[in-house]
């Protein structure tokens, strides 16, 4: 299994820009969809975006669509996750996760890194 490693959360104001990183050892990141996902308080975790294996194909949830701009470097093992114009309801925990299947929940799994968006 994969393992990662989520970075670059942190406090900013809203209409501002994060960018979050995962980087991933262990195993072949080439082979692997990767994805992040995100779960603010009291709320289930969500996906945001997605990128697959083979041909880097995306996907966005709407509420991110236009804002938020998922890539992935396998010569470097990272992926990330650029994020512009915040807002206070993008606040929640990031996570990043691997699979080498459609299975999210038996994939691999980050620890995750908190974005916090003030108004």
């Known amino acids: 299994q994969v393992q990662l490693v989520e970075s670059g959360g942190g406090l900013v104001q809203a209409g501002g820009s994060l960018k979050l990183s995962c980087a991933a050892s262990?195993?072949?990141?080439?082979?692997?969809?990767m994805g992040w996902f995100r779960q603010a308080p009291g709320k289930a975790r969500e996906l945001i975006a997605s990128?697959?294996?083979?041909?880097?194909?995306?996907y966005y949830a709407d509420f991110v669509k236009g804002r938020f701009t998922i890539s992935r470097d396998n010569a470097k093992n990272t992926m990330y996750l650029q994020m512009n114009k915040l807002k206070p309801e993008d606040t929640a925990l990031y996570y990043c996760?691997?699979?080498?299947?459609?299975?999210?929940?038996?994939?691999?799994w980050g620890q995750g890194t908190q974005v916090t968006v003030s108004s």
């Open positions: 262990g195993r072949t990141f080439s082979n692997y969809h």
């Open positions: 996760a691997a699979t080498t299947t459609t299975n999210w929940a038996r994939g691999a």
């Open positions: 990128i697959t294996w083979s041909d880097s194909t995306t």
